[in-house]
């Protein structure tokens, strides 16, 4: 999924080279689809960090 919408926000017209060179991108570990990634995984780790007080505070009422 990831690489399919970075691919489209690529400029160009051939949907095939701009999903190639997306390709090419993510095997050098760069790329639209990589940012997206880890930004997916910071948002998570953000999240776990957070999910015990969540849970706490719940059971307290």
Same mark, same amino acid.
Not at 20 to 46: C, F, W
């Given at each position: $999924?990831? #690489?399919? &919408?970075?691919?489209?926000?690529?400029?160009? @017209? +051939?949907?095939?080279? %701009? #999903?190639?060179? &997306? #390709?090419?991108?993510?095997?050098?570990?760069?790329?639209?689809?990589? /940012? %997206? %990634?880890?930004?997916? *995984?910071?948002?998570? @780790?953000? +999240? $776990?960090?957070?999910? *015990? #007080? $969540?849970?706490?505070? /719940? +059971?307290?009422?």
């Amino acid at each position: $999924r990831w #690489l399919l &919408e970075a691919s489209r926000k690529r400029p160009g @017209q +051939n949907m095939a080279i %701009k #999903l190639s060179a &997306e #390709l090419v991108d993510a095997a050098k570990g760069k790329g639209g689809a990589i /940012r %997206k %990634k880890e930004e997916t *995984h910071r948002m998570a @780790q953000a +999240n $776990r960090v957070f999910a *015990h #007080l $969540r849970f706490r505070s /719940r +059971n307290k009422k």
